[in-house]
């Protein structure tokens, strides 16, 4: 047999191209019309030589051509039809493509974003000579020069407020503020202070193991800077017992690393201010540069278990304080600081020592409670007013009354006592980040990291699920600009010692549904608590701790309860992977530690990420019998028809260092089996000969980065050196960041120039079967020279 002709030249491609085969394949036939129909709709990817011998212009990429129409006006210059060349067209599949029209005025052809937005060079030289306005120009991102200049091509004159507004969201809806939102905003404020500020007690003392003033701290400054710098007017910010809880696993091992003592309530203090200054640090650092995305890398199943988790060591957690044994766990060493399990143990085998009074305090708020919420959930479809009702601070308030009436304190039960801050003073700034707290700072790293990391994401569950409202106009809700007022509130809180605060759901429904329509509410909650935290604290002397322990047990249980439902779901659907890994974090939290079991969580979400983002999923297509489409022949293959010599590979993803890795391999299963499910170890089922045209369809590929480009051009190099033709439809314009790395790379050139970039499969299909008839041709040229 001869050798294998090379491809044609691009001059023999254009001469050849001039005249449809005139006996086309069977299987492509469809793929290949009539001279008489492409003369009537002019549409074409490859442009042959004029009949006055001027050379064509081709373009790659998708283009939308005009249908043909004899009547056209000079507005609708881009849809009339011109021929190329006077008289009847014969040149069959690959006509000549007449020229578009020049237009006249913008109003006729597609304005170039760069003209529309304008250069900056330009806008340079306006400023040029004000140094003032040069120095503005300068702090101006990217997107601010160019919205200046569409703003002004549309008769608005932006301005500095405007851009300060969007990222100082209080001067929007302060110059927008009515007083009718005042009486709902106050309402509001007064509700969630009656209702969670027994809550930031019980977080303090019973799980971050501060001062419980430091509690209350959190909602003193936190809620105010949020309220100035946040996007979602309706969220309010607070402190929550998963981050309380982190605080408190920090104190401990500080404790347990001989840095201070369980009595030196000072230092704890300092403790937790660090902490949350590290993960207000992290949050901060991760808006400015624009990390927000973040929020959707840990999956709904692990937040369901670490949440779930988070209830059981809670609640186990409390049943030694609500059982009255909180004296005898100090007391043994081992199980104050121990994991769950180590606490079960005990409660079991000191069960018979616990103390009466202590026990049936808090046994009995745990349950008065319990059903004051079943009641009011069952009475608020009917009467939703019920939904406001303080029934926490009912219990709080009576039990402390009956404790200062019946001398509870003197029987044993233990009482809050003094509320004392960890300092001289009530305020007192402290700087987290000095060298003295230096070994504090290493201990707390990863965890204040996960604090951080955790409250973003409950922050944006609830601020997606509040959004922006619809009463303040201008506002817009960005995750950037949350981590910024997230990370910027937790700062300024740690610099007093607050425990962390970020935002919550149940508490901001609270506040939508109680008439909160603004930011200022969470600044009214703010004064409240300054209120609170200047003339009430000698009224927390007598309330017992068994009843805040009870508290905190009352939400264990109820960040408990939403686990069923999503196991449920897991089991319907067959969902084994997410339902292993709530299990691991549960049990591993159980049994091990609550940082251990966040870290083995969070590596097996982002390995799911991983190994996610670093499949490609590239597809073979087939066509649909009696049409022009093709769809993916994945486990479709029998209902679809395969064009003979040829392999359409489809791919839908943007190319980039993460998923090309993989992409080799990918497709030469593809080549091989015609399929990406088979096994390797299989023998080769598709034949050689059938791989002879290679077609990427690259509508898809939205963004290339050099990893990307580097790993395409290896492929088509050494397609082209096996003598396999590569074409690619649907490609970019001309004027893409994509169609630049292609020409720069080489690969257009490699291909055989930009008439291997055609519109779609139909018609690179066309040119397969064209270069095969040419290279027929030139093969029977070739003997009859030789004979």
Known sequence: MSPRPSPPSRTNSRQAADHAPTTPSALRQAHTLSSSSLSNDGRSDHSADPADGSRPTTQAGPSTLPETSDDFSETTSLLHHERAHPGPCDHGTFSPRPMSPT???????????????????????????????????????????????????????????????????????????????????????????????????????????????????????????????????????????????????????????????????????????????????????????????????????????????IGVVIFIDQLIPVLGLSPIAASEPGVGHGSSVKKLEFLFTRLA??????????????????????????????????????????????????????????????VLGDVQTGSSHIFEFRNPFQISHMKHIREAMGTSFLIGMLGFFESSVAAKSLGTGEVIEGMQLSPNRELIALGTANLIGSCFMAIPAFGGYGRSKVNKSTGGTSPMSSILLSIITVFCVIFLLPWFYYIPKPVLAALISVVAWSLIEEAPHDVAFFLRIRGWTELSLMAVILLVTVFFSLNLGIAIGIGLSLLQVIRHATRPRIQILGRIPGTERFENAEGNAES????????????????????????????????????????????????????????????????????????????????????????????????????????????????????????????????????????????????????
Not at 363 to 386: A, C
Not at 671 to 696: D, K, Q
Not at 701 to 729: K, P
Request: net charge neutral; aromatic share 8%; proline share 5%.
């Open 103 to 309: 237009p006249s005025s913008p109003r006729e052809s597609d304005l170039d974003v760069g003209s529309l937005l304008g250069s900056e060079a330009s806008i340079e030289r306006q400023l040029k000579g004000n140094w003032r306005k040069t120095l503005s120009s300068k702090m101006k991102t990217k997107t601010m020069t160019n919205s200046s200049a569409l703003a002004e091509q549309h008769g608005f004159k932006d301005s500095r407020m405007m851009y300060l507004s969007y990222y100082v969201p209080c001067l929007i809806w302060m110059r927008q503020y009515s007083w009718s939102w005042l009486k709902g905003d106050l309402t509001a404020a007064i509700t969630l202070a009656s209702m969670y500020l027994p809550m930031a007690l019980s977080y303090a003392d019973s799980l971050a193991h501060v001062p419980p003033i430091n509690g209350l701290y959190a909602f003193v400054f936190n809620p105010f800077i949020y309220g100035i710098l946040g996007s979602c007017p309706q969220m309010v910010v607070g402190p929550e017992a998963a981050g309380s809880l982190l605080v408190g696993s920090i104190v401990k091992s500080s404790i347990d690393s001989g840095h201070g003592n369980d009595d030196n309530a000072v230092m704890h203090a300092q403790i937790a201010g660090v902490a949350v200054g590290m993960a207000g640090a992290t949050v901060f650092i991760m808006g400015l540069f624009r990390l927000g995305f973040l929020d959707s890398v840990l999956s709904r199943p692990f937040l369901r278990g670490f949440i779930s988790a």
């Open 353 to 414: 020592d616990l103390h009466k009074l202590s026990a049936i305090v808090g046994v009995v708020s745990f349950f008065v409670i319990m059903v004051l919420r079943e009641v009011k959930r069952r009475l608020q479809p009917r009467y939703p007013g019920v939904a406001y009702a303080p029934d926490r601070l009912f219990v709080v308030v009576l039990s402390a009354l009956l404790a200062w009436q019946l001398r509870w304190d003197e029987q044993g039960v233990p």
């Open 640 to 787: 679809l028809e395969f064009i003979e010599g040829c392999l359409i590979v489809k791919i839908p993803e943007p190319l980039t260092f993460a998923n090309t890795g993989e992409l080799k391999n990918r497709l030469r299963r593809l080549e091989l089996y015609g399929t990406g499910l088979a096994h390797p170890a299989l023998p080769r089922l598709r034949p050689l000969n059938s791989n002879r045209n290679v077609i990427f369809d690259i509508h898809g590929v939205t963004s290339l980065d050099g990893s990307g480009t580097q790993v395409l051009e290896e492929i088509v190099r050494n397609y082209r050196a096996r003598g396999v033709r590569v074409f690619f439809s649907r490609a970019p314009g001309k004027n893409s960041h994509i169609w630049k790395l292609l020409e720069r790379s080489g690969i257009v050139e490699l291909v055989g120039g930009e008439n291997h970039f055609v519109r779609d499969v139909k018609d690179a299909l066309r040119m397969t079967e064209v270069e095969d008839l040419e290279e027929t041709g030139a093969c029977a040229i070739a003997s009859d020279d030789l004979s």
